[in-house]
Each structure stands twice: as C-alpha cells, then as structure tokens.
C-alpha cells in the first residue's frame, strides 16, 4: 500500500504545481485519503501543514497564524486541515485570500474537510469564485484491490475503509474499529459539534435504520413508526442530510422528471460505504455470504454507492410494481441500473417501463445474468 496513491493525488499534484489562481478544497468522508494526499503533496512542493482537528478547538486566530508561517514560505503551498471546524473560517480564509491577491503573493492554498455538506456551506456563502473543489470519495474496489488485493466479496462485506483492512481477519475488532473509531466519531465530531441536533439519540437511531434497510424504499411515515421520540418528518429528512454530510447515508429521491416530485417521494436509504452496513449487521463474514437476502442488499448497496461516489445525480425509480434500483445521471447522460443477485426474478419489467418513458442513454444490468459485479465495481 505505501505506493499506492489516489487518482485524486495527481489532480491535487498538477494543481499544486500551477500558478497561485484559486483555493483549492479537497472535501470527502473521514479515513478518504484527504491527509494523505496533503501530505503526499508536501513531499513534492514546499509548504506547511497544520491541522484544526482538536477536540479544545481552534478560533479564527489560528488561521491567521497558520496563514502567516505560509507566507513566510513564499512560492509555497499552506495546508489547513479539518479547517471546518474553525467558526467562521471561510469569512477569515476570504479576508486573508483577497489580501494576498492585491500583495500579488505566490502562495497557494489548500484547504481540507471530513464533512462536505459543511464545509460547502461555508465556500457557497463567503468564497464564491474562488476555490476549486477536488472531491475525495470512499475508496472504489479497484483502489482496494489494488492495494490490498481484494476480491469483490471481500470488498462488497468490508467496504471501502483503508485504515480497517489489516482487521478483516479478526471481525469482532474490525467491528469495533468502524463503530467506534468511524461511525461514532463522524457522528459526534463531524454533525453535532458541527451543527444543532436536538435529538442526538434520534440521529444515531436514523443511521443504525438506514444500516438496516439500506437499498430500501421506507417513507418517513414508516420510519417515524419505528424510531423512538422521532419528532416529525422534517426533523428526519434533516438528520437524513446531515449524515450524509459526513458520508455515512443518504436518501436517495425518486426519478421522475420533476423536482418537484423528486423532493416530495419516499427515500431509498443508501449506506455510502458497505462497511458500515456490514459492521451494524453483526454478521460475520461467512454467514453473510450464507444469507441470500442480506448478500443481495448488500450487492445493490455497493452498486447505489459506487454510483452516488461518481454520478452527478442518483435517484431511483418506482411506480405501482415497476422498479429500477437506480438512475444515474452523468453530465447529460441519463443511465438506469438493476442489480440482481440471483434472488430476483427472471424479468426486469420495470427497466422496460422506465426506458419506454424516459428513454435513457444507457440500460444496465449488474449481476446474475449481466455484468459480472466485479467488472462494474471496477469502473472509475
């Protein structure tokens, strides 16, 4: 693994490497490789690393001196890492920015983050036109197999987390490892330090149900009815926003060609890693593989997220007893997907609906009887 690096190492390597012109934000869940990159550049262009992950906290003057010792530097590159978490920080970053435009200064700036959702806010409200955002996803199967070399069933059960992969011998630890060290941290230290959550309870029950159910359409009526003093559906759908935030679920909406109808429908619960559905499960790894229904919603967790990792837009598809699992769009190009793990089926009437209504760019079915998994999973 120490000479594996990311793709997106070489984007931030070429951008390091041009004229100071914009603020650079590599943004992306917890243990992506954020760090790593950073620190990958700095081992190829001079600069200054420092980081706002400290559980006393960090106040604008922080950056303000960070900023400093990067100016000292000159021709340089300044890393601020986690810097979300400095109140205000994009007011601060904006004033400093703009002060070294009109110096003409040569240093370039890239700044790191584990919640994108939180970090975005702060760049659309105070640097607009000035950054350039470098997206750091979990990590695909073909960067685990690459270096770890992973199988796809090895992949579709421990997920997408590089710092855990020396624990998939001993599940009970890699267990503990994701839950604790992943999972809570995310939750206490990326949402609700971050932001208001009157019901941390809740939140947590919200991800231990999206764990469940992930690859499921569950309408917020529904889980209301399952969640203890789950408040109403609004205060669900925020939660649902949050921690997909922190990269952990999602929500997927319904396609259908309105917004406003998208907003309006029940989500499809999407864990971003399978890890996270694995490790909440309590299964081990051989009796996942045994559990034909647990397998099968795992294999369309890892399709549904490896397209939300890439896509510019994911939804699914429903109406009466047709169904797609997924539609994706990239760039202009509309393409719906159905997974299929042998438990289905034989007929896939709802791919035919969709496409008679829509007519999308592209058609695909991933598993048995279409493209083996491992070869879609292996796509960039």
């Not at 992973?150 to 997920?159: N, Q, V």
Request: charged share 25%.
């Amino acid at each position: 693994m120490s000479n594996f690096t990311r793709p997106q190492f070489e984007i931030a390597l070429a951008r390091a490497q041009e004229p100071r012109r914009r603020i650079q934000v590599l943004a992306g869940p917890r243990q992506g490789g954020k760090t790593t990159i950073a620190r990958q550049l700095l081992e190829r262009v001079p600069g200054h690393y420092a980081s706002a992950d400290d559980p006393a906290g960090q106040d604008r003057d922080w950056i303000v001196q960070q900023w400093e010792v990067g100016r000292t530097l000159g021709d340089a590159l300044l890393v601020l890492d986690e810097v979300q978490k400095v109140p205000g920080w994009a007011h601060v970053v904006k004033a400093l920015w703009d002060e070294d435009t009109a110096a003409k200064s040569k240093l370039r700036v890239y700044v790191l983050g584990s919640a994108p959702l939180l970090v975005q806010r702060g760049l659309a409200e105070t640097l607009a036109g000035r950054f350039e955002l470098i997206r750091v996803p979990h990590w695909s199967f073909g960067e685990m197999r690459e270096a770890f070399g992973w199988g796809s069933s090895r992949y579709l059960f421990f997920g997408g987390y590089p710092g855990a992969a020396d624990l998939a011998e001993d599940v009970p630890r890699w267990r503990a490892y994701i839950l604790d060290s992943l999972v809570e941290t995310s939750i206490a230290r990326d949402v609700l330090l971050m932001t208001r959550v009157d019901k941390p309870a809740l939140l947590r029950q919200l991800f231990r149900l999206a764990c469940d159910y992930s690859g499921q359409v569950l309408s917020y009526t529904k889980m209301l009815g399952q969640l203890q003093d789950a408040g109403n559906t609004t205060t669900l759908a925020h939660y649902l926003e949050l921690l997909e935030g922190a990269g952990l679920v999602a929500g997927i909406q319904k396609y259908s060609g309105s917004q406003v109808r998208r907003r309006a429908s029940s989500p499809k619960l999407l864990v971003l890693n399978t890890a996270l559905m694995s490790a909440s499960s309590g299964l081990s790894y051989t009796d996942a593989k045994r559990d034909r229904a647990f397998w099968g919603r795992l294999l369309e967790t890892a399709v549904g997220a490896h397209l939300w990792n890439r896509a510019d837009e994911l939804w699914y598809w429903r109406e009466g007893n047709l169904e797609v699992d997924w539609v994706a769009r990239a760039g202009r190009r509309l393409a719906s997907y159905e997974v299929k793990s042998g438990r289905r089926r034989e007929s896939l009437p709802g791919m035919a609906a969709f496409a008679a209504r829509y007519r999308p760019d592209r058609r695909l079915l991933v598993g048995a009887g279409g493209l083996a998994v491992e070869d879609f999973l292996a796509k960039a």
